[in-house]
């Protein structure tokens, strides 16, 4: 029975740690696409370009990466609403304004479905 334990505690580690691993790799590849997309941004009140946008965002992760399991709470958490005056953010792109969230999870989505996630 000792020996049942072992292998089950050894398997949920192994895949918490797979899980952590696929989630910071999809969390990376969402700061990638924000900052590739020459998008503009909008929050609070302001435009940003998509590379200001990235580096907000990563500045957002780094402070609250422990308030992050997956990379929907990513989006949903940190990347969708200023958490000083929990503004939405919103997103334009040759020339069609949404919400940040929605884009963000359509990205996510598409990523998925392309790299087999």
């Not at 990638?32 to 907000?56: I, L, P, Q």
């Amino acid at each position: 029975m000792l020996r049942l334990a072992t292998i089950l505690l050894t398997l949920f580690i192994a895949n918490t740690a797979l899980a952590n691993e696929q989630t910071d790799t999809e969390i990376q590849y969402l700061l990638d696409f924000v900052e590739t997309s020459g998008c503009t941004f909008h929050r609070n009140g302001s435009d940003h370009d998509s590379a200001d946008a990235a580096d907000h965002m990563r500045l957002k992760y780094s402070r609250g990466k422990k308030y992050v399991g997956s990379s929907e709470q990513f989006i949903d958490r940190l990347a969708t609403e200023s958490s000083w005056t929990g503004r939405k953010y919103t997103v334009t792109c040759d020339g069609n304004t949404r919400p940040s969230g929605e884009w963000l999870h359509e990205a996510l989505d598409n990523y998925r479905s392309t790299a087999g996630g």
